[in-house]
T-cell receptor, first 115, second 111 residues
Framework: DTAVSQTPKYLVTQMGNDKSIKCEQN?????MYWYKQDSKKFLKIMFS???????INETVPNRFSPKSPDKAHLNLHINSLELGDSAVYFC??????????????FGNGTRLTVT | DQQVKQNSPSLSVQEGRISILNCDYT??????FLWYKKYPAEGPTFLIS?????DKNEDGRFTVFLNKSAKHLSLHIVPSQPGDSAVYFC??????????FGDGTTLTVKP
């Protein structure tokens, strides 16, 4: 049973296109996240939703729009893709808001390549 | 502004010996620290954590030490096993806040 699943695993697309990445968790967690791992291997938070409500929105271009239809799903839509968007995107979830005793559970990542 | 740093990009140890991975942080508001392990083509998985009210937490072969005055934490793995070969990320958060990650240390355990 996959706890946090994200699709697709690989995504290759051209500059200017619009694409979406889907994420689902079956852990019953309240909070979901999107993290970006760039070429330097840093994991940086992009967004966090708690019970479908946006609680963290880091300095991310507004071409990135998260959508949470329910607390088990958090999708990421990216408009007008640019070369610099190439990265691995990780979805994660946690019980609560990542405080004490609330480690993150990650999906296996989506490798986005923009050509 | 990198608030969580892992200054060693890689570490190689012999099977059966101790592995020590280090992490430094700058934000004194951080009060919860975690270590994650990541295999290639997989997401990070939670390994062990420690809150700022403690200076040590142990779970089997894994022990995390926290030195608040030095703003330093370390992960000890003993004895190291080849299956421990992975990238290790430390992370820190303030209460109910986002987790800030270091840039990882690649551990190689040689048989």
């Amino acid at each position: 049973d996959t706890a946090v699943s994200q699709t697709p695993k690989y995504l290759v697309t051209q500059m200017g296109n619009d694409k979406s990445i889907k994420c689902e968790q079956n852990l019953g967690h309240d909070t979901m996240y999107w993290y970006k791992q760039d070429s330097k291997k840093f994991l940086k938070i992009m967004f966090s939703y708690n019970n479908k409500e946006l609680i963290i929105n880091e300095t991310v271009p507004n071409r990135f729009s998260p959508k949470s239809p329910d607390k088990a799903h958090l999708n990421l839509h990216i408009n007008s893709l640019e070369l610099g968007d190439s990265a691995v995107y990780f979805c994660a979830s946690s019980q609560g808001q990542g405080g004490v005793s609330s480690p993150l559970h990650f999906g296996n990542g989506t490798r986005l390549t923009v050509t | 502004d990198q608030q969580v740093k892992q200054n060693s990009p890689s570490l190689s140890v012999q099977e059966g010996r101790i592995s020590i991975l280090n992490c430094d942080y700058t934000n004194s508001m951080f009060d919860y620290f975690l270590w994650y392990k990541k295999y290639p083509a997989e997401g990070p998985t939670f390994l062990i954590s420690i809150s700022s009210i403690k200076d040590k937490n142990e779970d089997g072969r894994f022990t995390v030490f926290l030195n608040k005055s030095a703003k330093h934490l370390s992960l000890h793995i003993v004895p190291s096993q080849p299956g421990d070969s992975a990238v290790y990320f430390c992370a820190a958060s303030a209460w109910a806040g986002k987790s800030t990650f270091g840039d990882g240390t690649t551990l190689t355990v040689k048989p």
